[in-house]
């Protein structure tokens, strides 16, 4: 069963749609944990252990912690017109996909853990969140559509982070 850690104000009661998303990927594996933070937390970890200046989304241990960013999703849906729970949750399914071993760096590899990722959202009643043609958040990527979501691994020991 998943852990909840939960030092974010920007998406009330966020937690159990989180908790549940992570287990919809991962099973009741032991010793997950899904965390949400603001943009400042995760621009600290970012910094930390990928050396990347700025918020990001989410960020995967192989540690099993699964940390992602409320202030980012409530932005990136704004952006997009669609609800923050709504992109925290994919974040989450986003950042699990990683623990389970899905990887975003190939157009192949990217197109699996996307249809994972629609497949699980839908399963848990979300439907389709990648709101095909909607634009990206100020200070996204260029040319970063929605269905390429940016997204960073790493480890909390220092090695290189998981390439997605």
Known sequence: MAKLV???????RA??????????????RKGITVVLVGD???AEL???????????????????????SADTAAREARARGSEPLHELVLYVVHG??????????SPTARRRMR?????????LGYGDVFGAGKTAAPGSRPGRGRGEPKRRGGTKRGRPPRKR
């Open 115 to 123: 249809a994972a990722e629609r497949r699980i959202l839908q399963s």
């Open 96 to 105: 699990a996909l990683h623990l389970d071993g899905f990887d975003d760096q």
């Open 40 to 42: 400042a937390e995760i």
């Open 15 to 28: 937690g159990a749609a989180c908790k549940r998303a992570a287990e919809a990927v991962l099973g009741q």
């Open 46 to 68: 970012h910094e930390r252990y990928l050396g990347v200046a700025g918020p990001t989304d989410v960020l995967s241990f192989p540690t099993g912690e699964i940390v992602v």
């Open 6 to 12: 939960d030092r974010q104000e920007t998406i009330p």
